[in-house]
C-alpha cells in the first residue's frame, strides 16, 4: 500500500506504563465551526494574538480538510481515523461501535499506552453518535467535564431591540445575567485549568518513573451557532467597518443538488424574522454584517479563553505538544451561504496547527481572565478591564478594516500582513493534508507505537488509520534552526512564502509526506433544496445522493452521485452532477467549469483519479 511503513501489533486493551520523561504531554484543542478566519493564516480583520502565538511555535498548515463538514460525522472521522464510509455515519443518529465497526479512539489508544485521558467541552459529537458517554468507558480515565450552562444552548437568552428574549444567531451578551451566571466555553477552560493546576501537584510527589503523562482535550464550542459570546468582544469589530464577503451572489453554473440553505439558520427567531425566500433568497447586507462580526468575536472570545489555557500549560507542563483543529469550516455569506453543509472550500477547509511549547511560551499567552477579573469569588462577579482588552487586541489590528471591503480572498490574503506576520517566523506547510491525518500524527510525536494503514475492508479492525502521519515534516520543521533566518537573502526567505517575507516553508519538508488530493463529502436527499427531509442534515434513511469532492493542488472536482443508504456505495454510473473549481484563477470558487470544453481533458483525468479512491491519492516519500 502507499503508505508510510509501519509496523505495529494489534492492540490487546493490556494497559502499558510509560516513562513521563520519555514521553510528551498531549494537549488536543478543537473548536466548533472554526474555519482559517485568523491572523496567522492571513485574515486581516481576525484578532486571535493566542492562536497566533501558539501558531509561532509549530507548524501551520495552510491546506487541511475535513471529510464531512458536519459536527458528528467530521469528529467521529478524525477521533477514529476512518472516513465517513468507513464509519457509516453520516448525520448524528447513529454510534459507530454499534453500525459500522468497534473502532478505537485517538484519546483511547493514548489511554491503553499509559497516558491519563482527560475530557473537557465538546469532543465527541453529544448524543447517540457518542453513546450519550462521550464513548466511556473507552475513551476517557476520567467522566468527560461538561460545562452545566451547555443546558441553555437553545434557551431564549438573546437580546432583542424591543427587550424581549429570542432565540437568535446573534447573540451578545452580559455574563453575569446568563442562566448559571456563565457561559459554557468560560467553563471548561476554568476547568481544564484547574484540572491541570491539581495533576501538577499530585505529579509533584511521585518520582520519575511513577510520573504519568497526560492527554487533554478540549473542546470549544463557540464560533458555534448561536454566535452567544461576551457582548465586550463587540469592540474589537465595530459593525462599520465589518467588510461583506465579496462573493455574495450564487455561483455561475451550481447545480441545485450541491446548495446548502441554511435551514438551520432560517428556524431562528432574528433570522426568520426577515422572510429570506426560500431557498436561495439572498441574507440582506445590512444583517449579513452582524453575522459576520459575531462571528469573528465569538472567534476572538475563544482566543482569549485559549490564552489562559495555553498559559496554563506552558507554566506548568513545557513539554507538553499542543495540537488544534477546527471540526470543519463555515460559510459567512460566500455564494450567498451561510453554515457549513456543503463541499466548498469554506466549508471543509480548516484550521491545523501542530506546536511544541517551552519553559519561554507562557509569556506569549494572555487570556480571558486578564481582560475579565473576578471581583467577587462567590458571586461569580467580574469587571471588564478595557484598557487591558485595548492593550491585547487593538495592537494586533492589521489595518483600517474599512480598506479591505469588497476585497477578494487572493488580496485579502496579501493584505493580511500583520504585525504578527511581519515581526514572527511562521512555519508553514502548503501540502494537502486531512483531519484524518491527526490520529497517526499525535501517537508519532507520543513515541507510542504507531498505526498501521487500514485494509480495504477494515470493519474488524480495532486499530488502523486511513491518513497518514505527518510526523516526520512536523519534526524537520521543529529542528529548523530558526536563528540562522536572519541571514538568509530575500530571495530565499520569499521561496515558497504564502503570504509575508517573514513566513518559512522548511525545505525538503514537503517531500516528507505527499497528497495528491485531499477528500471530502456530503449527503442530500435529493436534487433540490427542502426543508422535509433536511436538505442540510439528511437523515440515513433520506439519503439520495452522495457528493464526492477531491481537492488537489489546483483543483476542486466535487461529483454528485446516487447513493445507497442500505449498501453504503455510491453509483458511479449514475451521476446526477459535477462541479470543478481552478483555484488558479478562481480561488474563491466562483465558476464551475465543468462544461467548459477547455477543461474537459482535465475533468477527466480528475475523475480517473477520483474513482481510485483517496489511498492512491497518497504518495510515497522521495
Keep these: 500500500m502507499l503508505f508510510y511503513v509501519a509496523v505495529v501489533f494489534l492492540i ?94 485517538l484519546p483511547q489508544y493514548f489511554k491503553e499506552h499509559g497516558y491519563h485521558t482527560v475530557s473537557a467541552g465538546k469532543i465527541f459529537h453529544p448524543g447517540i453518535v457518542s453513546n450519550k458517554s462521550d464513548d466511556q468507558p473507552y475513551s476517557w480515565s476520567e467522566t468527560p467535564y461538561h460545562p452545566p450552562t451547555q443546558a441553555y444552548k437553545q434557551d431564549p437568552v438573546c437580546l432583542g431591540a424591543d427587550g424581549r428574549l429570542y432565540t437568535n444567531i446573534y447573540c451578545p451578551v452580559q455574563v453575569e445575567q446568563q442562566p448559571g451566571g456563565s457561559l459554557p466555553d468560560i467553563q471548561s477552560t476554568e476547568f481544564a485549568t484547574s484540572w491541570l493546576r491539581e495533576w501538577a501537584l499530585k505529579q509533584e510527589s511521585k518520582s520519575d518513573n511513577d510520573k504519568q503523562n497526560f492527554f487533554l482535550a478540549v473542546g470549544y464550542h463557540k464560533p458555534h451557532i448561536p454566535l452567544k459570546f461576551p457582548l465586550e468582544f463587540l469592540d474589537a469589530y465595530p459593525i462599520a467597518n465589518m467588510p461583506l464577503a465579496p462573493n455574495r451572489k450564487r455561483p455561475l453554473g451550481l447545480p441545485t443538488v450541491a446548495w446548502n440553505p441554511w435551514n438551520d439558520l432560517r428556524r431562528r427567531h432574528d433570522i426568520s424574522a426577515l422572510n429570506v425566500s426560500f431557498p436561495y433568497g439572498p441574507m440582506p447586507d445590512s444583517y449579513a454584517r452582524y453575522i459576520r462580526q459575531g462571528y469573528y468575536a465569538a472567534t476572538t472570545y475563544t482566543d482569549s479563553l485559549m490564552g489562559d489555557l495555553l498559559a496554563t500549560v506552558s507554566s506548568l507542563f513545557p513539554d507538553t505538544i499542543v495540537a488544534l483543529i477546527g471540526d470543519h469550516g463555515w460559510a459567512l455569506g460566500e455564494h450567498q451561504e451561510w453554515s457549513k453543509f456543503s463541499n466548498f472550500e469554506v466549508a471543509t477547509r480548516v484550521p491545523f496547527i501542530v506546536a511544541r511549547l517551552n519553559h519561554q511560551s507562557a509569556s506569549l499567552f494572555t487570556g480571558f481572565s486578564k481582560i475579565f477579573k473576578k471581583t467577587n469569588a462567590i458571586s461569580l462577579q467580574s469587571s471588564f478591564d478595557r484598557l487591558k482588552f485595548s492593550t491585547i487586541y487593538k495592537s494586533h489590528l492589521k489595518s483600517s478594516l474599512s480598506d479591505i471591503q469588497g476585497m477578494s480572498s487572493s488580496q485579502k490574503n496579501n493584505a493580511g500582513k500583520s504585525s504578527f506576520l511581519n515581526k514572527s517566523i511562521l512555519q508553514v506547510n502548503n501540502g494537502l493534508v486531512e483531519l484524518v491525518d491527526l490520529f497517526p500524527t499525535m501517537v508519532d510525536l507520543a513515541g507510542i507505537p504507531a498505526l498501521f494503514p487500514c485494509p480495504d475492508d477494515s470493519r474488524k479492525i480495532k486499530v488502523c488509520t486511513e491518513g497518514s502521519s505527518l510526523s516526520p515534516l512536523i519534526k524537520k520543521a521543529w529542528d529548523f534552526d530558526l536563528s540562522s533566518y536572519s541571514n538568509f537573502t530575500q530571495l530565499e526567505r520569499k521561496h515558497h512564502d504564502i503570504y509575508a517575507k517573514d513566513i518559512v516553508n522548511v525545505k525538503g519538508a514537503d517531500n516528507l509526506q505527499r497528497k495528491k488530493a485531499a477528500f471530502s463529502q456530503y449527503p442530500r436527499p435529493g436534487l433540490h433544496p427542502s426543508v422535509d427531509p433536511d436538505t442540510d442534515q439528511p437523515r440515513l434513511r433520506d439519503i439520495k445522493v452522495m457528493g464526492y469532492s477531491m481537492r488537489t493542488n489546483r483543483y476542486r472536482y466535487t461529483v454528485w452521485l446516487k447513493f445507497n443508504n442500505a449498501t453504503f456505495m455510491p453509483d458511479w454510473d449514475h451521476i446526477v452532477s459535477e462541479e470543478l473549481y481552478d483555484h488558479e484563477v478562481d480561488p474563491d470558487e466562483n465558476f464551475n467549469l465543468c462544461w467548459k470544453k477547455m477543461y474537459r481533458k482535465k475533468k477527466k483525468h480528475l475523475k480517473r483519479i477520483f474513482m481510485q479512491g483517496w489511498r492512491h491519492s497518497l504518495q510515497m516519500p522521495r
Design 12 to 105: 490487546t486493551g493490556r494497559r502499558e506504563v510509560l516513562s513521563s520523561s520519555s514521553h510528551p504531554n498531549i494537549l488536543l484543542i478543537v473548536v466548533d465551526d472554526l474555519r482559517p478566519s485568523l491572523g496567522c493564516y492571513g485574515d486581516p480583520v481576525a484578532l486571535t494574538p493566542n492562536i497566533d502565538a501558539l501558531a509561532r511555535q509549530g507548524v501551520l498548515f495552510t491546506k487541511a480538510f475535513a471529510q464531512q463538514a458536519l459536527c458528528g460525522p467530521s469528529r467521529t472521522s478524525f477521533l477514529t481515523s476512518r472516513r465517513p464510509d468507513t464509519t457509516r455515519l453520516y448525520d448524528v443518529h447513529s454510534y459507530w461501535r454499534n453500525h459500522a465497526g468497534n473502532f478505537t479512539t
